[in-house]
């Protein structure tokens, strides 16, 4: 994995500031440049509504850079950081079009974040960003109870689900575990598909063939990794629980087992509701308790 431009999009909002501390450990470990951005959209500076009324740019650029400052004074970056601010008519399509002209490689950006300034990151911004683009994404929340944002990813999760996209998030993931020597651990949820009362029958007839799965799902990474890849991957079988969707036994698991980070793979522009296609990832992206990484299909 070669990362030479990532791209941290800020509301200089808490959370916000708390993705930096990763957008700068991966930089770090890559040797990297980062840029960070902040997006002012049109409607930001509405004299009605002071609360919004955002400073003038050069001063935005100046509290940018004052900020940057004071976060990478430590691991000493400071010279490998841009810092641009931009106008759009919203935040998600200027990030994305930045992504594009400029051929960022990574982006790292908060969700959830709440800013007096601009309110900058609704939840929906990051999960347009994952959806449309075209690089890598990782999403860093803030304030959720047991989080683990630490930006030192020792044990990483990856979703699978048979598809290519999924492949390819875990043989991209691989490649970033192997960058900070983390383990890294394959999940495969067989989905729950039974109304109750009729679910604990299903889920015993099912666990039966868990087995079979396993080897299935070890057979098809085999032809994407290879047995030499494929003999560091743990793997696990889960037979859905509660709703019995792919995206709640995917957090559950993360949760119950310390992941410090989750890969998955997202088709983007798919509507529809199979098991890691846009919306259970994004699903994800908004519930987990800790970071999220993902991948689009890497270009042929």
């Given at each position: 994995?070669?990362?030479?431009?990532?791209?941290?999009?800020?509301?200089?909002?808490?959370?916000?500031?708390?993705?930096?501390?990763?957008?700068?450990?991966?930089?770090?470990?890559?040797?990297?440049?980062?840029?960070?951005?902040?997006?002012?959209?049109?409607?930001?500076?509405?004299?009605?509504?002071?609360?919004?009324?955002?400073?003038?740019?050069?001063?935005?650029?100046?509290?940018?850079?004052?900020?940057?400052?004071?976060?990478?004074?430590?691991?000493?970056?400071?010279?490998?950081?841009?810092?641009?601010?931009?106008?759009?008519?919203?935040?998600?399509?200027?990030?994305?079009?930045?992504?594009?002209?400029?051929?960022?490689?990574?982006?790292?950006?908060?969700?959830?974040?709440?800013?007096?300034?601009?309110?900058?990151?609704?939840?929906?911004?990051?999960?347009?960003?994952?959806?449309?683009?075209?690089?890598?994404?990782?999403?860093?929340?803030?304030?959720?109870?047991?989080?683990?944002?630490?930006?030192?990813?020792?044990?990483?999760?990856?979703?699978?689900?048979?598809?290519?996209?999924?492949?390819?998030?875990?043989?991209?993931?691989?490649?970033?575990?192997?960058?900070?020597?983390?383990?890294?651990?394959?999940?495969?949820?067989?989905?729950?598909?039974?109304?109750?009362?009729?679910?604990?029958?299903?889920?015993?007839?099912?666990?039966?063939?868990?087995?079979?799965?396993?080897?299935?799902?070890?057979?098809?990474?085999n032809q994407s990794l290879g047995e030499d890849e494929l003999g560091h991957l743990k793997f696990e079988v889960r037979v859905g629980d509660a709703d019995g969707k792919a995206e709640a036994e995917i957090v559950s698991y993360a949760r119950d087992n310390?992941?410090?980070?989750?890969?998955?793979?997202?088709?983007?522009?798919?509507?529809?509701?199979?098991?890691?296609?846009?919306?259970?990832?994004?699903?994800?992206?908004?519930?987990?308790?800790?970071?999220?990484?993902?991948?689009?299909?890497?270009?042929?």
């Open positions: 994995m070669k990362l030479r431009r990532l791209l941290f999009p800020t509301d200089f909002s808490d959370t916000a500031e708390h993705a930096l501390e990763h957008a700068l450990g991966i930089a770090k470990r890559f040797e990297a440049r980062i840029i960070i951005l902040h997006v002012r959209t049109l409607f930001a500076d509405d004299p009605n509504q002071p609360e919004y009324q955002l400073l003038d740019q050069g001063k935005y650029e100046a509290y940018v850079e004052e900020r940057l400052a004071e976060l990478t004074k430590e691991v000493g970056e400071s010279d490998r950081v841009d810092t641009v601010v931009l106008r759009n008519l919203s935040a998600a399509s200027g990030i994305l079009g930045f992504i594009e002209e400029e051929e960022i490689d990574m982006v790292v950006m908060g969700t959830h974040g709440r800013s007096a300034l601009s309110r900058f990151f609704l939840g929906s911004v990051a999960e347009k960003v994952v959806r449309h683009a075209q690089c890598p994404v990782m999403t860093v929340g803030h304030g959720k109870s047991e989080y683990r944002s630490r930006p030192d990813y020792r044990k990483i999760l990856a979703a699978f689900d048979f598809s290519e996209i999924s492949k390819d998030a875990i043989c991209q993931g691989l490649q970033f575990a192997e960058a900070f020597g983390a383990e890294m651990e394959v999940l495969y949820v067989v989905e729950q598909v039974i109304p109750p009362p009729l679910d604990e029958i299903w889920k015993v007839s099912v666990a039966r063939e868990v087995p079979e799965v396993l080897a299935s799902a070890r057979e098809s990474l310390d992941f410090d980070l989750v890969v998955m793979g997202t088709h983007g522009l798919s509507g529809i509701d199979h098991a890691l296609l846009g919306s259970t990832t994004e699903r994800v992206v908004r519930t987990a308790p800790c970071p999220v990484l993902t991948f689009h299909k890497a270009p042929e």
